[in-house]
T-cell receptor, first 116, second 114 residues
């Protein structure tokens, strides 16, 4: 099945620093999504990308849909303590057989720690 | 987006029992999904809950273990049957609002099986 390689697994940064994380796949995706999950909560959608090459911002967050449709990155600028959490990438591709046609494949997550 | 609630938020259950988790959305949605997130892991899709028809299960998940109901466009339940400690996970429902393949998640149900 499809797999996403998300890196890094974890990051320890100082408040104010910029952060970058990425996901790569051997398969093509039609949609890339970035989520943040706080402890004890469900994932919250940060940014959705629908077109190859698309660059989208949401406040201090910027994400891009790779031109090959096999990768995406998320940047966080000027990090603050509340940025702490686990960030997941997720890709969606039309399934041709079995299971759901709307299946999201998730990366393993990047644990971000911000030191004040 | 949508407001999604789940009940219970957490539970501790005995081996061999079953637990039904509810998912309620504040608007009508076509697509609802159930995920499992094992401790320290990523999210894995269990099944797609289809209104008016049987759920569509992913490889490795079966209806006898995870029966799903979808009686209307705002509500779904997932039952974890005959539980064992390996079923200890966070169970999450999500919805696709139909705009463009974007899923929004509920807060999750944290299940511990003793």
């Amino acid at each position: 099945g499809q797999q996403l390689n998300q890196s890094p697994q974890s990051m320890f940064i100082q408040e104010g620093e910029d952060v970058s994380m990425n996901c790569t796949s051997s398969s093509i995706f039609n949609t890339w999504l970035w989520y943040k999950q706080d402890p004890g909560e469900g994932p919250v959608l940060l940014i959705a990308l629908y077109k190859a090459g698309e660059l989208t911002s949401n406040g201090r967050l910027t994400a891009q849909f790779g031109i090959t449709r096999k990768d995406s990155f998320l940047n966080i600028s000027a990090s603050i303590p509340s940025d702490v959490g686990i960030y997941f990438c997720a890709g969606q591709a039309l399934q041709n057989s079995g299971g759901s046609n709307y299946k999201l494949t998730f990366g393993k997550g990047t644990l971000l720690t911000v030191n004040p | 987006s949508a407001v999604i609630s789940q009940k219970p938020s957490r539970d501790i259950c005995q081996r061999g029992t079953s637990l039904t988790i509810q998912c309620q959305v504040d608007s009508q949605v076509t697509m609802m999904f159930w995920y499992r997130q094992q401790p320290g892991q990523s999210l894995t899709l269990i099944a797609t809950a289809n209104q008016g028809s049987e759920a569509t299960y992913e490889s490795g998940f079966v209806i006898d273990k995870f029966p799903i109901s979808r009686p209307n466009l705002t509500f779904s339940t997932l039952t974890v049957s005959n539980m064992s400690p390996e079923d200890s996970s966070i169970y999450l429902c999500s919805v696709d609002l139909g705009a463009a393949d974007t899923q929004y998640f509920g807060p999750g149900t944290r299940l511990t099986v003793l």
